[in-house]
């Protein structure tokens, strides 16, 4: 039996991926601050920013299980608003928690995947990383960090058997949308950050479920191995290719135009 780590697993995608893992078969144990486990997953309380605590966490999981072989960082959350107006406090709290976060854990992770010759590690980035969004700067600079982390710690871990990789998801219907920190003070960019949020929560409204990612983001931390980075639903597979195919004018253009009128 394998031993899976969720990140951020009492709520949204990551609730939802730690269910799919119990159900193949996975002893899950889920990281939060809020004591909502799905059923057939262990909690341990954790606040993922808190570095000693985290460490702590992943050494009871692999105590009570004997292993760590599958770790999804999933814990994370979105601020909007203008980079301009975004008080410091925020950016940083939005890196410390989707960025370091995930380093605590996966610093905290390795020595026991690498004692077990092997490990499979998940970390849940966004479709705004690599085509970033006007007026949630801070969250996609948080995912691109992410993307970039992968592809170098990949490379890194490879010799001991472990394999990393993030997902890109786009609009998903969750908790996510309601969680989002809003900047009180709009100023001279209040009209637009309303009209680019305004439609940011109404395309999340519309996206997939997040039972349906989850068991996509279950299934990728079952494989041994997959490309470093994955988009989550055929228009952000879209998305990725165009980012990729297109010149970056032409890109970042068409981004303006969706979400900065």
Known sequence: MKTAIVTGG??????????ALAQAGCRVFELSRHL?????????????TDEAAVRAAVDEAARRAGSVDILVCNAGFGISGAAELTASADAHAQLELNLFGMDNAVRAALPHMRAAGGGRIVC???????????F???????KAAIDAYVLALGNEVRPFGISVCAV??????SGFTAA?????????????VARSVARMERDEQRGISAERAGAYVARLALMRRSRPLKALGAPYKAAALAAKLLPRRVSNYIIGRMYAK
């Open 168 to 173: 890109l998801p786009g609009d998903i219907r």
């Open 136 to 142: 949630q700067l801070w969250y996609s600079v948080s």
């Open 36 to 48: 909502r486990p799905a059923e057939g997953v262990e909690h341990l309380n954790c606040d993922v």
């Open 10 to 19: 009492s709520g949204g995608i990551g609730r939802c991926t730690a269910r």
């Open 180 to 192: 989002r920190r809003k900047s009180a003070d709009g100023g001279v960019y209040a009209e637009r």
């Open 124 to 134: 849940m980035s966004s479709i705004a990383g690599i085509l970033p969004i006007p």
